[in-house]
């Protein structure tokens, strides 16, 4: 049984049968006469309001309609006068609303990224699980505490006070099964772990008696991470949909249901094909580095890897204490950068109440060198100049700062066209 519901489609949610009684036309539409004439003339810095309406009209939808089930005189005239109710809800919210972006004192979500455990062949993918427990025990030391997927679901587009953490592991290796599994299971930390549906029951890889396992515990959530992780970037778009569709399908026979939250292989993405995750799920996550915050694209969301490499304490301590770095605008938005644009031309435009913007420096590894990046920042407006292309396949950038909050990241991922 799914933890998480998704929220009604488009056509989900207009097909009138599916629409509650009476009683929820009236308060649907005492809704929106209080939209209409109070928040129209309201000028705040909150959560985008058109947002907060669909997320209103699904959750009476969902939550009120086991309630008014009983009465079953729904008539015809109240069928049509609901849909209409609907159709203005969802019509009137236009692109600049929906995208519309405000600074916020959001201390953020900070989500980590396991793969393997005690699998000394693959040190890029690997941790020790000693090393793992005492990243664990880091985090609790700080009294930073461990973020429920369901609670980050309901609770994204509001600013947090506290930040948290949000364990994901990628790819369901037995060796998590093994060795990590029991330490999250024994202390109840909540976790999310993402799914390739083709490898499940493949040497080296979790079978679905062990998946629905971990599944069943209110803590353990499941994600999509395709069907096939393959270098997706390079199919299709009717064979990345049909890759997609094929997971998807799968998720429903085993689980019941497709989750919610998807994984991009690699963190390789296409505009084209994060248009089509959005449709699909209601989040989705890359391998960029970088601390969640309420302006963050809930389908490029940042999670910083941790391995052999970069998983050794005194990196991971910093990890911990980060902020996010807010930012309004990011071009380009297409992070698929093919080779007639290689390097590509980045500006991030931010927040005007971003503190000591001065202090902000970049590094990035064009050419496969990592160096501190030319930059020019005027105002708000920060442009990066790189000395050279990107090698393919992938070019990353990862820009800090320090305010009065203390160390603020941003990291982003380019996938790079081959030449």
């Not at 629905?212 to 778009?237: C, D, P, Q, R």
């Not at 931010?350 to 990035?364: A, P, R, V, Y």
């Amino acid at each position: 049984m799914a933890k998480l519901r998704p929220f009604a489609t488009a056509n989900e949610a207009l097909i009138p049968e599916n629409l509650p009684g009476p009683w929820f036309t009236k308060i649907l539409s005492t809704f929106l006469i209080f939209k209409l004439f109070f928040f129209k003339n309201l000028n705040i810095k909150t959560t985008n309001i058109s947002k907060f309406s669909l997320l209103l009209t699904n959750s009476l939808v969902y939550d009120l309609l086991p309630s008014m089930i009983l009465n079953k005189t729904l008539s015809f005239a109240a069928s049509i006068i609901k849909l209409a109710i609907v159709i203005f809800l969802i019509t009137n919210i236009n692109a600049e609303e929906i995208n519309s972006k405000y600074y916020s004192e959001d201390s953020g979500t900070l989500s980590i990224m396991y793969h393997r455990f005690n699998e000394n062949k693959y040190p890029s993918t690997n941790i020790q699980t000693d090393i793992f427990k005492k990243q664990i025990d880091l985090i609790r030391n700080k009294k930073i505490k461990f973020l429920d997927p369901e609670n980050f679901a309901l609770n994204f587009n509001i600013p947090k006070s506290e930040k948290k953490i949000l364990i994901t592991i990628d790819d369901g290796f037995t060796s998590f099964y093994n060795h990590a599994w029991p330490i999250l299971k024994k202390e109840k930390i909540p976790f999310l772990l993402f799914i390739s549906t083709e490898t499940i029951g493949k040497n080296g890889y979790m079978n679905w008696e062990q998946i629905k396992e971990v599944e069943k515990e209110n803590f353990a959530y499941i994600g999509n991470h395709s069907h096939s992780h393959e270098y997706m970037i390079n199919f299709t778009f009717e064979k990345f949909k049909k890759d997609i569709e094929t997971s998807i399908n799968i998720f429903k026979k085993e689980l019941g249901y497709n989750p919610i939250f998807f994984s991009y292989p690699f963190g390789e993405y296409s505009n084209e094909q994060k248009k089509h995750i959005s449709e699909r799920f209601q989040f989705a996550f890359g391998q960029n580095s970088g601390v969640i915050d309420v302006n963050k694209n809930r389908f490029e969301l940042p999670r910083f890897p941790i391995n052999e490499k970069y998983g050794d304490l005194e990196r991971f301590k910093f990890l911990i204490n980060l902020l996010p770095l807010q930012y309004k605008k990011i071009k380009p938005e297409d992070k698929y950068v093919l080779k007639n644009y290689n390097p590509p031309k980045l500006i991030i435009e931010f927040f005007e109440d971003q503190k000591n913007l001065k202090n902000i420096n970049c590094f990035s590894n064009e050419g496969n060198i990592w160096a501190k990046s030319e930059i020019e920042l005027s105002d708000n407006i920060l442009k990066v100049n790189f000395r050279e292309k990107f090698n393919f396949r992938r070019g990353r950038i990862n820009c800090s700062l320090n305010d009065d909050k203390g160390w603020r990241w941003l990291g982003i991922q380019f996938t790079i066209e081959e030449n």
